[in-house]
């Protein structure tokens, strides 16, 4: 067969596939929808259950509550993660894909959502997924696929802004190096280039798209567009404790790994015009928190309480502190979950 | 021997001509199509990628690389959405003021799925602002819940603001008029007169959409008041009769107002496998099929959100879900 006449076929089956195809398309999938059959929902009169008590395992691991406590995750002794409603105490497990293990999950800041990693657990590949888990609906979503380089790879923190609708991912290689993902609402992921090879803290301002970071062994702290890192004057140490919802940073002084004063203002002004605040009883990074309306929180785990820095304020609770979420406090006392609004 | 020898030279030559066969295919596919589907005589598809393309401002050069700016308005023309206007409200009777009743219904088409809620008594939609604007926007439902309501749906349009890179908007700044319980929010209509596409309540419960101006919505007694549209049914006459509307396949968020006066609530999903999203035509047939004689299109893309009885129960097409808005539309809750 000539060449001449084998490319005609050729041509004349691209042409025919694509004519066929846009036929399709055409006639049948974008031909107005003219038969829209309609359904009507009633509505099972919801009896609201009355607060109960919840329990988790002995060996339930990352216990973590969602940003309004209605929801409740942990990992149970198999490695599963469990969502417990913290209304009706019901549980129900996160399924995972066949071979794949949640390696992590995060609670997003402001709605009954969370975000998980997906990995092989059988082998050191490093393909990570990552989806998004809408409790209400039991849904997960895939959100991409993030093909991360070293064998070890790990994800350490994930920081959101919905706002913004930004994600930032935190990803240990196993080597020395901290690689930080940028995804953003239209699924578009870059890399970010940090200063430091190793970094530690992380923390994201809500309004604008700026990740603000600490280097894990100078303890300096960089945000994302500016060269030179944010030092406050007379201060050697500094360490990220967080955010607040009014795009404030909260540096806390380190001195023999305490701290004793925190110092917080915006990025965009100069860190001679921040505010500071002394703590009375130096205290670990661990018991120090902030909270998205600006308050600054001290756990003293021997007395059981937490102080409001600001107004000196104290909220006792029982048992093992679990976390803070925006009206109180998560304690575990005896496997059973307490919640204690702040006074 | 010989033959063994050929064959083999065969088998390597039916190999190499399947795979110069896909290489060819390819190659020639990727770079006709674009053409076969622009300059083919396939209208749907050719408008449908044209309008989804021009609507979204990063997608345009889809269209732009390809047409002409002229080939494109036209196009675009063929797609209109025609200008009815709302001259009187009488064609809706308000008849069933405290009745308490809502009802919901599931809606599904060839490529979307919808949601719809009939609220009898229109004097319980309000709109609803973010307590931050021009700072941030709020998620439907957390403006929901503020307002204490059964039932919302985001509202209004707003410009996109980066915030130090692409697509960050917070939702913060508004576009046209918000106007909630009385009080103007939001305006940055400086012409009393100029009619602009807003979508109303009145106290007396009837739904005003398309072009009205302030001095029209003061006469009438607008209340409450987002801008947006186009409208999609006026008087009980349809406004896309042609086309699919121009504005392609996306998530929808629709309000409409029954002759009884009933509002209706729609949203529709987008973006999704399970559900595509649908053309402002669809969104308009299935409003008209459930009894509308007054609707307009509000905004939509991933700002669609229906919440009720405190859950929200479409599917939002972000993969974090609800993105915040500038204002919504919610009904007062009654219990």
Same mark, same amino acid.
């Given at each position: ?343 | ?44 598809? /050719?408008? =449908?990628?044209? &309008? @989804?393309?021009? *609507? ?7 269209? !732009?690389? #390809? ?98 890179? /692409?697509? =960050?908007?917070? &939702? @913060?700044?508004? *576009? ?7 009080? !103007?929010? #939001? ?103 459930? &009894? @509308? ?43």
């Amino acid at each position: 067969m000539s060449w001449m006449k084998r490319i005609s076929i050729w041509i004349v089956v691209s042409l025919s596939l694509q004519c066929l195809g846009l036929f399709y398309i055409d006639h049948y999938f974008l031909a107005t929808d003219s038969k829209a059959v309609s359904k009507k929902v009633v509505e099972n009169a919801s009896t609201k259950p009355k607060n109960i008590d919840i329990t988790v395992p002995t060996n339930a691991t990352k216990i973590s509550v969602s940003y309004d406590a209605k929801y409740l995750s942990y990992y149970d002794e198999n490695e599963k993660l469990v969502i417990a409603n913290c209304r009706d105490g019901k549980t129900r497990n996160i399924e995972s894909n066949d071979g794949c293990k949640i390696s992590f999950s995060e609670w997003l800041p402001d709605r009954n959502r969370m975000l998980l990693v997906e990995k092989k657990s059988d082998d050191d590949s490093s393909n990570l997924i990552l989806y998004s888990y809408d409790v209400l609906k039991a849904e997960k979503v895939k959100i991409k696929e993030l093909e991360w380089g070293g064998t070890n790879a790990k994800v350490e923190d994930i920081q959101t802004s919905t706002l913004t609708g930004v994600t930032y991912v935190k990803v240990s290689n196993g080597d020395n190096k901290t690689s930080i993902y940028r995804i953003d609402r239209m699924g578009e992921m870059t890399k970010i280039n940090t200063i430091p090879n190793l970094v530690s803290n992380i923390a994201l301002v809500r309004h604008q798209d700026k990740l603000v970071y600490e280097g894990l062994v100078y303890n300096k702290i960089y945000a994302t567009g500016r060269s030179e890192n944010i030092s406050v004057s007379n201060v050697d140490k500094l360490t990220l404790i967080g955010a607040d919802d009014d795009d404030n940073i909260y540096l806390a002084e380190l001195k023999d790994d305490l701290i004793s004063k925190v110092y917080y203002g915006k990025t965009s002004q100069d860190t001679s015009e921040w505010k500071s605040i002394k703590l009375q009883t130096p205290c670990a990074k661990e018991n120090l928190f902030v909270s998205p309306i600006g308050k600054i929180y001290q756990n003293d785990e021997l007395q059981g309480s937490i102080k409001d820095i600001n107004s000196g304020t104290q909220t006792s609770y029982q048992g093992k502190l679990v976390q803070l979420y925006t009206k109180g406090i998560v304690s575990v006392v005896n496997n059973k979950i307490s919640f204690v609004l702040f006074k | 021997m010989r033959k063994i020898k050929k064959s083999r030279k065969n088998k390597r030559r039916t190999r190499t001509l399947v795979l110069l066969f896909i290489i060819f295919e390819l190659t020639f596919t990727t770079i006709t199509g674009p053409f076969t589907l622009y300059y083919g005589p396939f209208k749907n598809a /050719k408008t =449908t990628v044209v &309008g @989804a393309a021009m *609507t979204t401002y990063s997608l345009q050069w889809l269209a !732009t690389t #390809f047409l002409s700016k002229k080939a494109i308005a036209k196009i675009m023309s063929t797609q209109t959405v025609d200008a009815l206007v709302q001259n009187n409200l009488d064609g809706v009777k308000v008849e069933n003021k405290d009745d308490n009743n809502i009802e919901r219904y599931d809606v599904k088409g060839n490529k979307f799925r919808g949601y719809i809620l009939v609220i009898n008594d229109p004097t319980r939609l309000k709109v609803g602002n973010s307590s931050k604007l021009g700072t941030e926007g709020q998620l439907t439902s957390d403006i929901a819940k503020d307002n204490n309501a059964i039932a919302a749906i985001n509202g209004g349009g707003f410009k996109d603001e980066d915030n130090g890179s /692409k697509w =960050t908007g917070t &939702g @913060a700044n508004p *576009t046209g008029i918000i106007m909630a319980n009385g009080k !103007t929010a #939001f305006n940055d209509i400086t012409n009393e007169n100029k009619k602009t596409g807003v979508v109303a309540m009145t106290s007396s419960g009837k739904l005003l959409v398309g072009p009205h101006s302030l001095s029209e919505m003061k006469t009438a007694g607008v209340t409450d008041a987002v801008s947006f549209g186009p409208a999609l049914i006026v008087n009980g006459q349809k406004t896309i009769t042609k086309g699919d509307g121009g504005w392609g396949i996306a998530p929808r968020t629709c309000v409409a107002q029954r002759k009884d006066g009933a509002i209706i609530f729609l949203v529709i999903d987008g973006r999704q496998t399970k559900s595509l999203g649908a053309t402002l035509r669809e969104a308009q047939d299935v409003l008209y099929d459930y &009894g @509308a004689v007054n609707a307009s299109n509000l905004d939509g893309g991933s700002s669609s959100t229906l919440f009720y009885d405190d859950e929200v129960i479409n599917r939002p097409s972000d993969s974090l879900g609800e993105r915040s808005v500038p204002s919504i539309m919610y009904i007062e809750s009654r219990k």
